[in-house]
């Protein structure tokens, strides 16, 4: 299984950004897609998570109404669309895939290789 991150850069706060994880050799409408992001010496935190069909969603309370998590099972691709974007938002994304929708790191299997978000103020 490969997951392929891509999306990040340098951007302004207030801004938008949107990242994507294309995957291969997995039945990717089978696996609950994730975001996870990590600041330097801080623990990997979920950001984001869907379910295989799409229908359900978690969302982390700061990121809420503000990052939309989405899928297109056609494409095997996982987006995540990032707007209003604040300093604190600063880290490596990673996207990742599981089996069960859980918030901890340990329960997803297969990981992408990280996407630096870096937003200025």
């Known amino acids: 299984v490969q997951l392929q991150a891509c999306g990040g850069g340098l951007v302004q706060a207030g801004g938008s950004l949107r990242l994507s994880c294309a995957a291969s050799?997995?039945?990717?409408?089978?696996?609950?897609m994730a975001w996870f992001r990590q600041a330097p010496g801080e623990e990997r935190d979920l950001v984001a998570a869907i379910s295989g069909s799409g229908s359900s969603t978690y969302y982390r309370d700061s990121v809420k109404g503000r990052f939309i998590i989405s899928r297109d099972n056609a494409k095997n691709t996982v987006y995540l669309q990032m707007n209003s974007l604040k300093p604190e938002d600063t880290a490596v994304y990673y996207c990742?895939?599981?089996?069960?929708?859980?918030?901890?790191?340990?329960?997803?299997?297969?990981w992408g290789q990280g996407t630096q978000v870096t937003v200025s103020s």
């Open positions: 050799g997995r039945t990717f409408s089978n696996s609950v």
């Open positions: 990742a895939a599981g089996n069960v929708l859980l918030r901890t790191s340990s329960s997803y299997n297969y």
